[in-house]
């Protein structure tokens, strides 16, 4: 969304960025079945197929899920978390391959109902080395087709962000679900501790980086300490880069404190599209840019330019001897607010 009212789902950076992700997939699926060809040249082509498509989509949950954290740990990698609609999409599409090749090779064969017999051709769950890791895959992937289908705004609007947040903070039971199909198909099917080893590095990568992105967290939300009229010292004005934000934990909320064009202002860090983090983002001309979906709004009172009308609150901010303070009391949202001169000493 932008202030002329144009969609941001298919400009020429989303079509550079979907071209390149194609590409990527397609040259690794390409260096996967060469090299499994080459190295190993009793394999079936089936079989090849299960894994190089499941090899696929386990590398781009992994890049997936560390696109989070690492926005904000640097803000030089928010480019990636503006198109990661697409990329989970295409997670998708390489695991319902991997899991319909699957389907049909194991299951596909027998008197009943494949699915069915995912469930019910092993029920040796009391064992670790027999245990029936074929429905935790299928599981799984029922979690991201449901996250694939409601990927669209028209979802968000109509189950209410809340809901819809809910049910995409599932991935992190799918990547469990997966962590134990893939280990346990290790056990039983692999003696090369290769693939064994590439998940352990990827579940260590995942987890450090969240813990990281936690504690920063933590640490950028320690409360400020108020000042004797009631505004709160959040850094000096030289501290906020040009047309960037500096984020604040006051009494519980984030706030975003953004320079631009010689002015300061300060509005809710939380933007009312999917609750993204406004102070990752930029000042493009004139309007606070949100860096997940383009959402945008007047720094000097928290509206959307029209014919939007979603609203963020703002905060009173002045200027003293170069330091930055905020009224730690919000106004309502859209309410206008004069902005602070940067020239003042």
Known sequence: MSHAYKAVGWNRQKRVYDITLVCGIALYLLVFIALNATLRPNITAETALIRAFGTAALLLLHVILSIGPLCRLDTRYLPLLYNRRHMGVSMFL?????????????????DINPIVSVFVSNTDYLSLKNFPFHPLGLLALIIFFLMAATSHDFWLANLTPPVWKALHMLVYVAYALIVMHVTLGILQAESSPVLAAVLGIGLAWVTGLHLAAGFKGRRDDRERAGH??????????????????????????????????????AISNVCQHQNGPLGEGQVIDGLVTCPWHGFQYDPANGSSPPPFTEKVPTFNVKIENGR??????????????????????
């Open 228 to 265: 004797m009229d009631g505004f709160v010292e959040i850094c000096g004005v030289e501290e906020i880069a040009e047309y960037r934000a500096r984020i604040a934990c006051i009494t519980g909320e984030r706030i975003a404190v953004f320079r631009y064009d010689g002015k300061i202002s």
């Open 94 to 110: 390489l695991g319902a391959a991997h899991g319909g090749f699957a389907l049909v090779q194991f299951h596909a064969l027998g």
């Open 324 to 345: 930055v303070l905020v009224d730690p009391r919000p106004n309502a949202p859209g309410t206008p607010v004069e902005p602070a001169a940067t020239d003042q000493k």
